[in-house]
């Protein structure tokens, strides 16, 4: 059974700081890892893919690693902003089922 | 174009009840699953529907259904409700069933009260 961690639960920055979010994974069969962000309240909002195969993906501030084979990734933000406020979720592609299994998120608050 | 739509916003029911919930998927899509997000956690597997047919299921109870309909948008049904089943519902649409490229996109979800 897949199994997602994501490490911290919480975490509080000034504004302008660099940060990373860490997410690790039980089983490394997977078909791809997708960081998502959650507004309070809202649905979820696609930030990267990165397939099973790729080692990073980009996107403006933002850089997502994966490392399959140790079942880790990390997702870091550059020159952080209070509009980055939410909770990040990372979610792994696996099983018969093409099933994302979920962290429990990591909730960011970038203070002004 | 259009991203993924729910209805309704938001629900309020009682024990015992039942409710339907829908979902569109983006246009060309034809893949959609459905996901059950309790306050504080990540969202879980509840359903996969791709090309009509059910090609998924999480580890929930009988008493949550679902089906695709000729035009990809999906219903998903939960029956005898129960306080627990409170939460947000979340639907995500995909191009297909392939494998590293595909890309799940999430609509704003269902928020089902079950007094």
């Known amino acids: 059974k897949q199994e997602v961690t994501q490490i911290p639960a919480a975490l509080s920055v000034p504004e302008g700081e660099n940060l990373v979010l860490n997410c690790s994974f039980t089983?490394?069969?997977?078909?791809?890892l997708q960081w998502f962000r959650q507004d309070p309240g809202k649905g979820l909002t696609s930030l990267l893919l990165?397939?099973?195969?790729?080692r990073e993906q980009t996107s403006g501030r933002l850089n997502a690693s994966l490392d399959k084979s140790s079942g880790r990734s990390t997702l870091y933000i550059a020159a952080s902003q209070p509009g980055d406020s939410a909770t990040y979720l990372c979610?792994?592609?696996?099983?018969?089922?093409?099933?994302?299994?979920f962290g429990s998120g990591t909730q960011l608050t970038v203070l002004p | 174009d259009a991203g993924v739509t729910q209805s309704p916003t938001h629900l309020i029911k009682t024990r015992g009840q039942q409710v339907t919930l829908r979902c569109s998927p983006i246009?060309?899509?034809?893949?959609v699953s459905w996901y059950q997000q309790v306050l504080g956690q990540g969202p879980q597997f509840i359903f996969q529907?791709?090309?009509?047919?059910?090609?998924g299921r999480g580890n929930f109870p009988d008493r949550f259904s679902a089906r695709q309909f000729p035009n990809y948008s999906s219903e998903l049904n939960v029956n005898a409700l129960l306080l627990g089943d409170s939460a947000l519902y979340l639907c995500?649409?995909?191009?297909?069933?392939?494998?590293?490229?595909?890309?799940?996109?999430f609509g704003p979800g269902t928020r089902l009260t079950v007094l």
């Open positions: 995500a649409s995909s191009p297909s069933r392939a494998g590293g490229e595909n890309e799940q996109f």
């Open positions: 089983d490394s069969a997977i078909y791809n």
């Open positions: 990165i397939q099973s195969s790729q």
């Open positions: 979610a792994v592609l696996s099983g018969s089922a093409r099933q994302l299994t």
């Open positions: 246009s060309g899509h034809k893949s």
């Open positions: 529907y791709y090309e009509k047919e059910e090609r």
